[in-house]
């Protein structure tokens, strides 16, 4: 394969898990073109690998806004690929993309779903036809992502203490069960404290209640809400002593960013936990708040000790 079209549209902590093994098909194709279909949201982080010469846009709109359903398939036709790899692996891009594009497609490609390890060859004589199809097995790589690469503009990052803990207390509002509850963020923010450590809680407008009540449990924690990027998150945990956190994406970034990550989840998530070198995840037997403070307390005092100088 000499002209690749990688799908992969999110969320962002899917996104990231899958980005090492992404990053890693260079090895595989060394002189291939790679294209990546991802949401917009994804693309700033993807342009930072240098590994794509394009990109597709796919925002995962209703199938019957037609307008950007013939963009999109457009987009890929004209591409011409001679292989797609799909990491989404989901029913939009199983059932819905795949027939089309094979439909579509004006020459032979091979069609590789990294979850089956599988890859179909599509053999077609003209565009507008089926094509007839042999299956194959692949071995890609994969391992974890390391975002050493992943830099933003850190514009507040003068606001920040020398010493800190970054705390994590946010996910998407369609998913409240994975929101540890925000007293005991305050409780780990009150410990920290008692031991002369900052604590920096990020968030967005929609985490704004919870970082303000966090923040307001402590002289020593500072708000980040609303001044941090995704490209600002590695640096920033790069910054901490730790961070703890939600099943959220920034929790995954922050899992390959070089600093121990505890992350909190329910039981329901627990296939989604962090898997970066240093990570500790905590999994709750039920829901969320069964993961006491003193969980939580007991993996961060050791870290928060051998990285604070005795006095």
Same mark, same amino acid.
């Given at each position: 394969?000499?002209?690749?079209?990688?799908?992969?549209?999110?969320?962002?902590?899917?996104?990231?898990?899958?980005?090492?093994?992404?990053?890693?098909?260079?090895?595989?194709?060394?002189?291939?073109? %790679?294209?990546?279909?991802?949401?917009?949201?994804?693309?700033?982080?993807?342009?930072?690998?240098?590994?794509?010469?394009?990109?597709?846009?796919?925002?995962?709109?209703? !199938?019957?806004?037609?307008?950007?359903?013939?963009?999109? %398939?457009?987009?890929?036709?004209?591409?011409?690929?001679?292989?797609?790899?799909?990491?989404?692996?989901?029913?939009?891009? @199983? &059932?819905? !993309?795949?027939?089309?594009?094979?439909?579509?497609?004006?020459?032979?490609?091979?069609?590789?779903?990294?979850?089956?390890? @599988?890859?179909?060859?599509?053999?077609?004589? &003209?565009?507008?036809?089926?094509?007839?199809?042999?299956?194959?097995?692949?071995?890609?790589?994969?391992?974890?992502?390391?975002?050493?690469?992943?830099?933003?503009?850190?514009?507040?990052?003068?606001?920040?203490?020398?010493?800190?803990?970054?705390?994590?207390?946010?996910?998407?509002?369609?998913?409240?069960?994975?929101?540890?509850?925000?007293?005991?963020?305050?409780?780990?923010?009150?410990?920290?404290?008692?031991?002369?450590?900052?604590?920096?809680?990020?968030? @967005?407008?929609?985490?704004?209640?919870?970082?303000?009540?966090?923040?307001?449990?402590?002289?020593?924690?500072?708000?980040?809400?609303?001044? @941090?990027?995704?490209?600002?998150?590695?640096?920033?945990?790069?910054?901490?002593?730790?961070?703890?956190?939600?099943?959220?994406?920034?929790?995954?970034?922050?899992? !390959?960013?070089?600093?121990?990550?505890?992350?909190?989840?329910?039981?329901?998530?627990?296939?989604?936990?962090?898997?970066?070198?240093?990570?500790?995840?905590?999994?709750?037997?039920?829901?969320?708040?069964?993961?006491?403070?003193?969980?939580?307390?007991?993996?961060?005092?050791?870290?928060?000790?051998?990285?604070?100088?005795?006095?």
């Amino acid at each position: 394969m000499k002209n690749i079209l990688v799908i992969k549209l999110g969320a962002l902590g899917d996104f990231i898990i899958a980005l090492g093994s992404i990053m890693n098909l260079r090895k595989v194709y060394p002189d291939a073109r %790679f294209t990546l279909m991802t949401h917009r949201s994804l693309i700033q982080i993807a342009k930072q690998t240098g590994m794509f010469s394009d990109f597709i846009v796919d925002n995962r709109v209703s !199938y019957f806004n037609l307008k950007e359903q013939v963009r999109l %398939f457009r987009e890929v036709i004209q591409g011409n690929f001679d292989g797609i790899i799909d990491f989404q692996c989901n029913k939009r891009t @199983t &059932k819905k !993309y795949f027939p089309l594009i094979r439909w579509l497609a004006p020459s032979s490609f091979m069609w590789c779903d990294v979850v089956k390890r @599988t890859c179909l060859n599509v053999s077609k004589k &003209k565009s507008c036809s089926r094509g007839t199809l042999t299956l194959d097995s692949i071995a890609l790589p994969w391992e974890m992502t390391d975002l050493s690469f992943l830099h933003g503009e850190n514009k507040h990052f003068g606001e920040l203490p020398e010493r800190f803990v970054l705390m994590i207390p946010g996910c998407s509002p369609t998913h409240p069960y994975k929101r540890w509850p925000v007293e005991n963020y305050k409780a780990i923010v009150q410990h920290l404290s008692e031991k002369g450590v900052y604590s920096v809680v990020m968030g @967005t407008k929609a985490e704004a209640a919870e970082v303000d009540a966090i923040c307001a449990a402590s002289p020593m924690a500072v708000s980040m809400l609303n001044k @941090t990027s995704l490209l600002d998150i590695p640096d920033l945990v790069r910054r901490s002593i730790a961070c703890v956190g939600n099943d959220t994406g920034p929790s995954h970034i922050a899992a !390959y960013s070089g600093r121990p990550v505890i992350a909190i989840f329910d039981q329901r998530t627990a296939a989604s936990i962090t898997r970066g070198p240093l990570s500790i995840n905590l999994v709750s037997p039920g829901t969320i708040d069964k993961v006491t403070v003193d969980m939580v307390w007991e993996k961060l005092q050791p870290i928060v000790d051998a990285a604070v100088p005795v006095q």
